[in-house]
């Protein structure tokens, strides 16, 4: 493979990394504000049976919040990108994610959609006045769950990331003393974290950098007697 090719390889990864960030954060901040929305209505209205806040909550996401969500969270993580100074445009870390959404005005964002959404299904009588009334002067329970969960599923990432970070330097220490086994174990752990955790920018290099140098050996029938071109290659290719 000529420079050209490696060169055509990491603009295909820069594009595709920074759709997987933007994918994964938009589903994964999407269902926490949406499990802290069911956790403030029920503060709010804790005489009702499940199957009311289910259709309070449902009537709130089919105006406009649930779409009016979507659009917050990208337009907020890019502002908010921009005032962290992401410059890359992909997140390198998780500290720059949890920058990001704190700075991009995210829960002031979902406080006015909530507002209009709970103008519109009191103004198609999907919910009553009494209940609008509860829920606008309850808001900021509302919008504290909701910033509550977000924080906890930045915790639990941050806590993923860290188990990742930990199995990339085990496979690199098997690495150094060229045991496959334990490489192999390493690598299976790191192969599953990747599908839990966000798509860092550092994570994901060298957690790709290990892909290529693994299966490299592994190819090579387990054997470490590698080119230094063929590593410096497969370095290359993340």
Request: glycine fraction near 6%.
């Amino acid at each position: 493979m000529n420079n050209l090719e490696v060169e055509n390889e990491v603009n295909k990864y820069e594009i595709s990394l920074y759709d997987k960030q933007k994918n994964f954060i938009e589903t994964d901040l999407g269902k926490t504000i949406n499990a802290g929305l069911d956790i403030g209505i029920k503060a709010l209205l804790p005489n009702l049976i499940e199957n009311q806040v289910i259709s309070i909550k449902n009537a709130i996401i089919e105006q406009g919040f649930k779409s009016g969500i979507k659009e917050t969270i990208n337009s907020c993580l890019d502002v908010g990108k921009s005032i962290s100074g992401v410059v890359t445009g992909n997140f390198e870390n998780i500290s720059q994610v949890q920058l990001a959404v704190k700075n991009g005005g995210v829960l002031d964002t979902i406080s006015k959609i909530l507002d209009m959404a709970i103008n519109l299904a009191k103004s198609k009588n999907l919910i009553s006045n009494n209940i609008s009334k509860i829920l606008k002067q309850g808001k900021n329970t509302i919008i504290s769950s909701i910033s509550d969960k977000i924080e906890e599923t930045l915790s639990e990432q941050l806590k993923a990331v860290e188990k990742l970070e930990k199995y990339c330097e085990n496979w690199g220490n098997a690495y150094g003393n060229q045991d496959f086994l334990n490489m192999e174990k390493a690598y299976k752990n790191i192969e599953n974290y990747l599908n839990k955790t966000i798509p860092l920018e550092n994570t994901i290099k060298e957690a790709r950098k290990i892909e290529n140098i693994h299966n490299l050996i592994k190819n090579n029938g387990k054997n470490f007697n590698i080119s230094p071109e063929e590593k410096t290659l497969a370095e290359k290719l993340i």
